[in-house]
């Protein structure tokens, strides 16, 4: 993962640390999970960032940072 989707995981969920690569692919790997369970991307990412950034995650500031599709599109463009 590039370091700018690390920057916006970040970004999005107040995390005090940037993750690292392992984390990354963990939340996109729970992202996937939740989304194929039906619900929306936003929601999605939250809860995979809950269950990888537990201690970290802020809900409150996931409506001030970037949308779930731009940082899909980062980890897409890293490939």
């Known amino acids: 993962m ?3 989707v690390k920057l916006l995981l970040k ?3 107040g995390l ?3 993750p690292s690569h392992h984390k990354v692919k963990d939340w996109h790997d729970a992202q996937k999970r939740e989304r ?3 619900v929306s991307d936003e929601d999605a990412g ?3 960032a809950r269950a ?3 201690y970290e995650c802020k809900a409150h500031a996931i409506y001030d940072g970037p ?3 731009a940082i ?3 980890i897409n463009k890293s490939r």
Do not use: C, N, W
């Open 46 to 48: 939250l809860a995979a």
């Open 16 to 18: 005090v640390h940037v």
């Open 72 to 74: 899909l599109d980062e």
């Open 52 to 54: 990888v950034f537990p």
């Open 36 to 38: 194929s369970g039906g």
């Open 67 to 69: 949308s779930i599709q």
């Open 2 to 4: 590039t370091d700018r």
């Open 11 to 13: 970004q999005k969920y």
